[in-house]
């Protein structure tokens, strides 16, 4: 494990009690709606009833509820995520809810999955941090099945318009904001690449194809 995850992983297990709070109110201080958003970002994934559904650093499982109503009974839902904290909170939400869900302790660059495992790979926050974003996304691409999707989203500002107050704001608070989307990392092989932003023009979306 990186020196980089190992903090992360620290720091999310003692963050995970307070992290759904403290995101809701980062989210109304952007002036969006985490709800809407997240729902937004999963149905880009263009899931259908019986789907596997990956979700890598799926932290305290937020957008599951989303998935699982999408993908139904027949579905499956595996959740990967670097903290055993983030992971208990999952759970418990998880039950709460009666959601089936199988979750897995592990980094995402090296995910104990068999190449395309899944009918669509989620990874919604956190890539900013990781060490090797482009091992992950390479890990993403391979675990998913031919003709398959992968959809990232993390914290940014766009490149393309002028920037808010509020972006101007989120770069002086949190440097990861200041990383552009990675789309260098993107594996060549790639198909309908597609760059957006939401979250009140705070986060990007890139979605994309694996080839058949």
């Known amino acids: 494990m ?5 903090r ?10 307070w992290y759904d709070s403290t995101n809701r109110i980062a989210a109304w201080l952007r002036g969006a709606s985490p709800r809407r958003e997240r729902r937004r970002a999963v149905r ?14 799926v932290g305290t499982g937020t957008n599951l509820p989303f998935i699982a109503e999408r993908i139904g009974d027949a579905g499956c839902i595996v ?6 904290g983030m992971l208990g909170v999952c759970q418990r939400k998880l039950r709460a809810r009666h959601i089936e869900a199988g979750l897995v302790e592990g980094e995402a660059a090296h995910p104990p999955f068999a190449d395309g495992a899944f009918d669509s ?25 031919p003709g398959g999707r992968v959809l990232i989203c993390d914290v940014g500002v766009p490149t393309d318009r002028p920037l808010s107050l509020v972006n101007r704001l989120l770069l002086r608070l949190q440097p990861e904001y200041d990383q552009p989307p990675p789309l260098e990392s993107l594996p060549a092989a790639a198909q309908d690449v597609r760059l957006s932003w939401y979250f009140g023009g705070a986060w990007y979306m890139i979605e994309f194809n694996r080839p058949e």
Not at 2 to 6: D, G, I, L, T
Not at 8 to 17: H, I, K
């Open 79 to 84: 959740g990967l995520d670097i903290s055993r």
């Open 8 to 17: 992360s992983r620290a720091y999310y297990d003692g963050r995970a009690r």
């Open 121 to 145: 790979v989620f990874h919604h926050g956190g890539i900013a941090e990781f060490s090797d974003r482009g091992a992950a996304i390479a890990e993403m691409f391979r675990v998913v099945r």
């Open 44 to 57: 880009r994934l263009n899931l259908k009833p019986g789907d596997r559904v990956l979700e890598v650093s």
């Open 2 to 6: 990186f020196q980089r995850e190992r």
